[in-house]
């Protein structure tokens, strides 16, 4: 069981603010800000190169893998932080496609978050013409795991509408057509149990600033399957996935198993601050999170039915087929969502029509969806949302 | 002119520490932690998703481009941070070869970092059985540029020698061949002039955790020559090289100039952290900062070969052909080191026997370098590194 009423009291939130876009950037952890502080004072201060060995940065990648891989059904030993998103995405299909030589086709969908879609293009370009990626509709997955098709690469939670992929039969559907799968987790990790090793996941990717709370630019992370992991050629092939990194040898040789997915020197100021993220999960079980969200994510979808007719429901209304997310649209999406945004309710807006709102049960309350409904009420029903500076584009929303 | 004073002030240097391991690990800026915490508290805290705007978060990229790319003599606009100099090496690589499509050799030498033979070879790898990384001795570069080399990569300083390449020449004498250029500038941003520019450098990297003292795991930067940036295609296609990104179109379009070489979500942390040390670069100009730096390392060569006959000079006698450290060879390199560290004098040893030292002008100065002398001279002299715990190897050294 999580203490809900515990969890929320660990995190900085405003006042007079309503936090709905912890699917976009987690808030802040109370003690984040120290924690950072004094790995800067006390470790990179006192003890700068030293504290590579002495401070055990170097150890952090692979132990908050592990704090991160409980979240998400992995494997101990089998998740490793790095990079951004987009780089282990890139990686993963590279290794992936690396285990599948005789075949040229990544199969995704058009609801995949747009980078997903752009690395591996980006991938394959480099790979040759005779490479493609494959782009069909999420519901069409399915039918399309063909014979042809190396690598299914897909975003298991929706970004814009929170609908849920069946990982467990998509997973062994593509593997009965000796399709390798790699599992974007952005939006699941934190927001619903994810079982990698139960559906016999080869390859998850995910990023930990969303639904856990790691800060701006906090770092990514990779699973890979433990039969996979010795025959993986990492790709990019760093120095820090190396079997002996300070031994300095001129030929690349893999490291022990899901270290060698590392590439280069890690963030350690965004792994400390991940660090105080992580304390909060670690009171927290994915079963209660789920329930509570699906509670939250219900109230929220009944509310705003109830008083705002001109909002139609854009996300599953079946919990169990629903992120930690709903997702509303409306023609004038956009200037809706800055004037919520004025009145201290923060959600986000996606192209082209869709007003979204995550909601995050370590710091997020009944009380928080009831004010949150009103107060989009009000916005839709006076029409607030009807000023011309609320149509002006932001460079990012 | 830098006033050195001012800059030393300027950091945390510990009590009774010497420390001249600044090329693989700067210093805390004195103002570094403040301006973490700061953007924690008020930023991240504060603002949440709408930091990425109203915080400037977006912009610190290229921000930090601009004002790392003055030490390196870019211009202004072709310099972007982010990733790591692993991920920068194979996105450079990967776009010079791009750039040259009828050829599949990637020439380099055995005194480049290891990284970066890596990453290439993982990339060569990825491409097929006819592409080939081609590693030949550093003074025999200049011989091997043949028609069929694509990609000249080279990083400027030899990390454990401190030995120079002449970039000017090697790059004239490659595109004289029809070979685009990669310099990594790991050992050489903060440590010499690079006129990358008047070099007509087609593309370069570096990290920013050693002599621009951003803070452990600090971003990467990349360059690319204004005559190439609208031809590359940046290999690592990320959104946020997108031209349009929070459009979250389906097909991928380069952004506009430098942009498109940003992969994923940028870690505003370690770009903080950097911040508060580029604030004191900009006080500084490389030239003074070069003539410095060889005045101190010529002191301490003289002092060292005065005082210590088994210490055998590895890096180059004329200060102009040097990075900006020193390097003695010593077959008890390992264990000398250790001893030497435990006095307080920190630099750190390169396999097989090299025992290096940095010197970095904005923090060190005569007085560290005699004292630094003093103590090693004393180890030697006494045989203070003749001890089993001396010999017992860290795994991070």
């Known amino acids: 069981m999580t203490d809900f009423a515990a969890t929320k009291a660990m995190f900085h939130l405003p006042e007079g603010m309503i936090y709905l876009d912890g699917n976009s950037l987690g808030p802040l952890p109370l003690a984040a800000t120290k924690r950072v502080g004094d790995m800067m004072q006390n470790e990179w201060g006192e003890m700068l190169i030293t504290g590579?060995?002495?401070?055990?940065?170097?150890?952090?990648?692979?132990?908050?893998?592990?704090?991160?891989?409980?979240?998400?059904?992995?494997?101990?030993?089998?998740?490793?932080?790095?990079?951004?998103?987009?780089?282990?995405?890139?990686?993963?299909?590279?290794?992936?496609?690396?285990?599948?030589?005789?075949?040229?086709?990544?199969?995704?969908?058009?609801?995949?978050?747009?980078?997903?879609?752009?690395?591996?293009?980006?991938?394959?370009?480099?790979?040759?013409?005779?490479?493609?990626?494959?782009?069909?509709?999420?519901?069409?997955?399915?039918?399309?795991?063909?014979?042809?098709?190396?690598?299914?690469?897909?975003?298991?939670?929706?970004?814009?509408?929170?609908?849920?992929?069946?990982?467990?039969?998509?997973?062994?559907?593509?593997?009965?057509?000796?399709?390798?799968?790699?599992?974007?987790?952005?939006?699941?990790?934190?927001?619903?149990?994810?079982?990698?090793?139960?559906?016999?996941?080869?390859?998850?990717?995910?990023?930990?600033?969303?639904?856990?709370?790691?800060?701006?630019?906090?770092?990514?992370f990779i699973y890979v399957a433990p039969r996979h992991i010795d025959q993986v050629r990492p790709a990019l092939s760093g120095w820090l996935g190396h079997e002996a990194p300070f031994a300095f040898d001129l030929d690349y040789r893999p490291g022990a198993g899901i270290e060698r997915m590392r590439v280069g020197t890690p963030p350690v100021l965004q792994l400390t601050s991940l660090e105080a993220a992580m304390d909060i999960w670690d009171m927290a079980d994915m079963e209660t999170v789920r329930a509570k969200s699906i509670e939250l994510c219900d109230l929220f979808i009944a509310g705003i039915e109830a008083k705002c007719p001109e909002l139609t429901l854009a996300s599953p209304r079946d919990g169990q087929q629903r992120g930690s997310q709903v997702s509303f649209k409306f023609h004038e999406g956009y200037a809706a969502m800055q004037a919520v945004i004025a009145r201290g309710v923060i959600g986000d807006f996606r192209a082209p029509d869709i007003m979204r709102f995550g909601f995050t049960p370590l710091y997020i309350d009944e009380g928080d969806v009831n004010a949150a409904v009103d107060i989009i009420a009000d916005v839709m029903n006076n029409n607030l949302w009807d000023r011309p500076e609320y149509k002006i584009r932001a460079a990012v929303t």
Chains 1, 2 share one sequence.
């Open 52 to 220: 590579w060995n002495k401070a055990g940065w170097m150890a952090k990648s692979s132990a908050l893998g592990d704090r991160v891989g409980r979240l998400i059904g992995a494997e101990p030993g089998h998740v490793v932080m790095g990079d951004t998103l987009s780089i282990k995405v890139y990686q993963a299909v590279a290794s992936a496609l690396d285990l599948n030589p005789t075949r040229k086709v990544v199969l995704s969908d058009n609801g995949n978050f747009p980078t997903d879609l752009y690395m591996a293009d980006g991938l394959l370009k480099s790979l040759g013409d005779d490479y493609e990626l494959r782009v069909v509709n999420p519901e069409d997955v399915a039918d399309n795991l063909t014979d042809d098709v190396a690598v299914l690469m897909l975003t298991q939670v929706d970004y814009r509408t929170g609908r849920v992929h069946n990982m467990q039969a998509l997973t062994e559907q593509a593997q009965a057509k000796g399709i390798v799968t790699v599992w974007d987790l952005a939006h699941s990790a934190g927001a619903l149990p994810v079982d990698l090793a139960g559906c016999n996941a080869d390859f998850a990717i995910g990023c930990t600033y969303k639904y856990l709370n790691g800060g701006p630019g906090a770092p990514a």
